[in-house]
Nanobody, 124 residues
């Protein structure tokens, strides 16, 4: 079982940028999928972005063109670069990982491991 730790959250004004990090371990499988999710108060958790071991990425429509998911395999770290942030992006952001199945879309929430979350707050 892997250990995931998010960091990089904070408070920014609309239009600003943040880069979230997720320190990972154990995801060198050829079939892994790593993902970012978010959950705002009173709302269900929603998928934000995924990246597979092959480098294939998917994004939620609400963040496409503004957010970029990436990996630094030398540091075993997953990133989410968030640009042009909007108040609607305010949420607790979680990273997640699974060792099987690759990534198909941002809607599947079947992951083996989840981080503790990092808060992102975007003000007007």
């Amino acid at each position: 079982q892997v250990h995931l730790v998010e960091s990089g959250g904070g408070s920014v004004q609309s239009g600003g940028s943040l880069r979230l990090s997720c320190a990972t371990s154990g995801y060198t499988s050829s079939n892994y999928c790593m993902a970012w999710f978010r959950q705002a108060p009173g709302k269900e958790r929603e998928g934000v972005a995924t990246v597979s071991s092959s480098g294939y990425t998917t994004y939620a429509n609400s963040v496409r063109g503004r957010f970029t998911i990436s990996q630094d395999n030398t540091k075993n770290t997953l990133y989410l670069q968030m640009n042009s942030l909007k108040p609607e992006d305010t949420a607790m952001y979680y990273c997640a990982a699974r060792k099987w199945g690759g990534c198909i879309n941002v809607y599947d929430q079947r992951y083996d491991d989840w981080g503790q979350g990092t808060q992102v707050t975007v003000s007007s």
